[in-house]
């Protein structure tokens, strides 16, 4: 069965990177560059996991994990926050995350991290 993964960033050229790779390594990839409407995206698409840009337009990265994390359809759902800024995650928290990635990353390093959580919700 095909792992699916639910990216959202507001770059477009890291949306393009990750989704590259991802469909490579055989994941099933929906990206998005804005937060509206989430939720139905999340309910539509039903994601294996979720990577979340912290920095976004309105909204930040952080607290989109934590209403992901806090509502009971979603709160199952593996969220990776990613961030330029991780002095500035630890010292806010990490809202409920269930992993943290540095940007800029290795992208096996970000393969390796989805498939971890893809892997582990599947036993």
């Keep these: 069965m ?6 959202l960033d507001n770059d477009p050229d890291v949306l393009d990177a990750m989704q590259e790779v991802l469909v490579y390594s055989g994941f099933e990839v929906k990206t998005i560059e804005d937060t509206d409407n989430i939720f ?5 698409f039903r994601p294996d996991v979720l990577l979340v ?4 337009n309105g909204i930040n990265g952080g ?3 934590h209403q992901i994390k806090t509502n ?6 593996p969220v990776i ?4 800024y991780p002095r500035v995650i630890n010292s806010l928290g990490f809202y ?6 540095a940007k800029p990353f290795e992208l096996e390093d970000l393969v390796g991290q989805v498939s971890f959580f893809t892997m582990r919700k599947a036993v």
Excluded: M, N, Q, W
Excluded at 2 to 7: A, E, F, G, H
Excluded at 53 to 56: A, C, K, M, V, W
């Design 63 to 65: 607290e989109i994990c």
């Design 81 to 84: 926050i990613l961030s330029a």
């Design 40 to 44: 139905p995206i999340i309910y539509d």
């Design 96 to 101: 409920g995350c269930d992993s943290f990635i």
């Design 53 to 56: 840009d912290y920095i976004l």
């Design 72 to 77: 009971p359809r979603t709160s199952h759902l």
């Design 2 to 7: 095909i792992k699916r993964v639910l990216i």
